[in-house]
T-cell receptor
């Protein structure tokens, strides 16, 4: 089973709201990723967790806060976002630290109003 | 860091014809090259990948070739079908590195 799941599918939030995106995989993968994707652009790496520890933060603004509660779950906490943060947020996982096949979830379509 | 260039940006082919997308990379240490297909509104889907110890890999109608000397790799789709219409992203990664450097993507349109 190469499935990564994400909730919610769609999210609309105001600039003062706090919300969270959730990602789950049950493939026993030890690396998990958050990507941001704008229309007609490739995915842009935000964070990487390896063995539940944050290993890469691509200079993402602090209004995005990742969390890895356990090896199967990955959260992205959102606070005080800007309209330009509207995008598709993709979670991915891979067997281990790279390079291994990365499998993407369906994404959360985020709109910031 | 790694830089991946992808050409052409848009490719239109008649159904049944072949499509070829080429990517070039800059870091000679890169050793893993996946291809993702992304249909409109869907997730990027890993369709094929190749590692640097292999020159070619095939899976039914798709194949990937790698030329390490020239630092380029290509996706070949034969007998194209309308369901092959999508954006295709190439990527490259280096041993021990979780980062995938993506190309900008190719819009492939298969004309029935």
């Amino acid at each position: 089973d190469t499935e990564v799941t994400q909730t919610p599918k769609h999210l609309v939030m105001g600039m003062t709201n706090k919300k969270s995106l959730k990602c789950e995989q049950h493939m026993g993968h030890r690396a998990m990723y958050w990507y941001k994707q704008k229309a007609k652009k490739p995915p842009e790496l935000m964070f990487v967790y390896s063995y539940e520890k944050l290993s890469i933060n691509e200079s993402v603004p602090s209004r995005f806060s990742p969390e890895c509660p356990n090896s199967s779950l990955l959260n992205l906490h959102l606070h005080a976002l800007q309209p330009e943060d509207s995008a598709l947020y993709l979670c991915a996982s891979s067997q281990d630290s790279g390079p291994w096949e990365q499998y993407f979830g369906p994404g959360t379509r985020l709109t910031v109003t | 860091g790694e830089n991946v260039e992808q050409h052409p940006s848009t490719l239109s082919v008649q159904e049944g014809d072949s499509a070829v997308i080429k990517c070039t990379y800059s870091d000679s240490a890169s050793n893993y090259f996946p291809w993702y297909k992304q249909e409109l509104g869907k997730r990027p889907q890993l369709i094929i990948d190749i590692r640097s110890n292999v020159g070619e890999k095939k899976d039914q109608r798709i194949a990937v070739t790698l030329n390490k000397t020239a630092k380029h790799f290509s996706l070949h789709i034969t007998e194209t079908q309308p369901e092959d219409s999508a954006v295709y992203f190439c990527a490259a990664s280096t041993r021990g590195n979780n980062r995938l450097a993506f190309g900008k993507g190719n819009q492939v349109v298969v004309i029935p």
